[in-house]
């Protein structure tokens, strides 16, 4: 049975696939021997900084390469990896050390990396390459290049087989199947997709698009847009913001652990909103600083993190009361976000291969 499974082409196959594959990379509570730690990429600096939500402060700084784009965790925590725009690099960095362990030339400008959860691959979108590389990590090189208009951002739900990537110039989102090194399946985005989401069970994708101050739910069995999710903003103009384009409306969303709520910034009025996925409405909205842009849960769901790229600085919420309890400032343009728990200093990783 499961011979067949793997077999099958069918998006409803898949779909089956993704289910099983997602109990790999379930969220757990941190332990005596983990911290929760918040990773935050400087796109216009150097280093990733690092958020203890425990005292709510940058407790290191790591030294990466000049223009951060990407990050990602595999599973167990114990290995980060970060794209590197200036020299078109991924690295990869031993969380309890914080010492890079490896590091590979990509073929152009990397965006938003996603790394399977034993950490085997990362898969990253080369936007000036119009492709996207598959870096096997223990080998430390390129093992296959796959065209992709303009790629945008990766994304992995757990799953050591299938990595999602979105193609802005086709307007679709992607999914690559690692064991053929090849795409499975297309599916239509509604619009040209920025940042995207993906339920657990691989049946649904939430996705904020060019000119929307909202998101898109597409179903992906069918591959069809099943409805447009337009929020009202406050202010009728966007102001002009130093790292977006102008049609980028809405750049952060993210899925509450549970799958009911999406969380979902607003550049029109430098505030996140809350909306129910059960109620079908916003619930909340509060403010957030200057260029929202990206969101992310702790595994747990206790807090929702947001960066921001205008103010250099990221805003912790308490997800259940919907109230701000942190602001903490970062490095320059912080952008892509991530909270792990991660091994507490003590184990070694060794040096990938060269």
Known sequence: MKENLMRRSTPAGFIWILLCCSLVCAGSESTPTEDMRLYVGNSRGDDVSVIDLNTMKVVSSIKVGQNVHGVAMQADGRRLFVTVESDHTVRTVDTATEQIIGTVKLTGRPNQCAATPNGKYVVVPI???????????????????????????????????????????????????????????????????????????????????????????????SKKLVQRV?????????????????????????????????????????AVYIYDLKAKKVIAHMATGDGPNWVAFSPDGRYVCISNTDSDDVYIYDAKSKREIARVKVGKAPKRLLVANVPVAGHKVEALAK
Do not use: C
């Not at 929020?231 to 002009?240: D, I, S």
């Open 127 to 221: 936007r000036d390459g119009a492709s996207a590389d598959i870096v096997d990590v223990e080998q430390q090189k390129i093992v296959k290049v796959l065209p992709i208009r303009e790629p945008h951002n990766a994304l992995n739900i757990g799953s050591n087989r299938y990595t999602f990537i979105s193609s802005m110039g086709s307007h679709e989102v992607y999914l690559i199947d690692l064991e053929k090194l090849d795409y499975e399946t297309h599916i239509p985005a509604g619009g040209r997709p920025r940042p995207f989401l993906v339920t657990r069970d691989g049946t649904t994708m939430y996705v904020a698009v060019s000119n929307l101050h909202g998101f898109d739910i597409v179903d992906i069995s």
């Open 230 to 270: 337009e929020l009202q903003a406050e202010h009728a103009q966007l102001k002009p913001r130093k790292y977006e384009t102008p049609d980028t409306f809405t750049h952060g969303i993210g899925l509450s652990p549970d799958e009911n709520e999406l969380w979902v910034t607003s550049l029109f009025d430098d």
